[in-house]
């Protein structure tokens, strides 16, 4: 009889910590699940954002690969007037640079900060995409030696437009 309460109170406590453990791990496994849900569906969105943002700067640089008074003006020399263009486009869409290169890959105008040479990865692109006659896209990549601009990283990413030349100008 004096071990019964001892014995009762033992199990009982047993009981609680039992409960309280399972309720916690109960608990723990909702809130990562839940975590886990949230991160994928902001991941999702983040993804749909970017393919959306990638889509946009295609459309635009096939609208202006398919420019004909860009093509003649690159034909027809007119420096003047295809700086003021290059600048347009530089601070419309807030590009670091726009460049005009020949069909060898040569840099013939620039706008922005211009690359002292084209680099490799450049230059292999530029010539895929006179090849094709398609946008090509960079990865992404860091600008420079220095990683870093104050806080912000110099994170980059190269788009490359073939003119497209028509058979009426």
């Known amino acids: 009889p004096a071990l019964v309460l001892p014995a009762f109170l ?3 406590l047993f009981g609680i910590s039992d409960s309280g453990y399972f309720y916690y791990m109960g608990l723990e496994n909702s ?24 889509d946009e700067r295609r459309g635009q640089a096939e609208v202006i690969g398919a420019d004909r008074f860009l093509v003649k003006g690159v034909r027809g020399g007119a420096t003047r007037d295809l700086r003021a263009y290059l ?17 060898r ?21 530029a010539a895929e995409a006179m090849a094709c006659g398609c946008v090509v896209f960079s990865d992404l990549y860091r600008d420079g030696e220095s990683a870093y ?7 980059r990413m190269d788009l490359l437009v073939p003119l497209k030349a ?4």
């Open 10 to 12: 033992a199990l009982l």
């Open 31 to 54: 809130i990562q699940r839940n975590s886990h849900e949230t991160l994928s569906t902001i991941a999702d969105l983040k993804v749909s954002q970017i393919t959306q943002w990638m």
């Open 87 to 103: 600048t347009a486009l530089k601070q419309h869409h807030h590009y670091q640079s726009t460049l005009l290169m020949d069909p």
């Open 105 to 125: 890959g040569t840099v013939t105008l620039a706008v922005g900060q211009e690359p002292r040479r084209l680099g490799a990865t450049a230059a292999r692109l």
């Open 149 to 155: 601009d104050g806080d912000q990283p110099n994170i």
């Open 166 to 169: 028509t058979a009426s100008g």
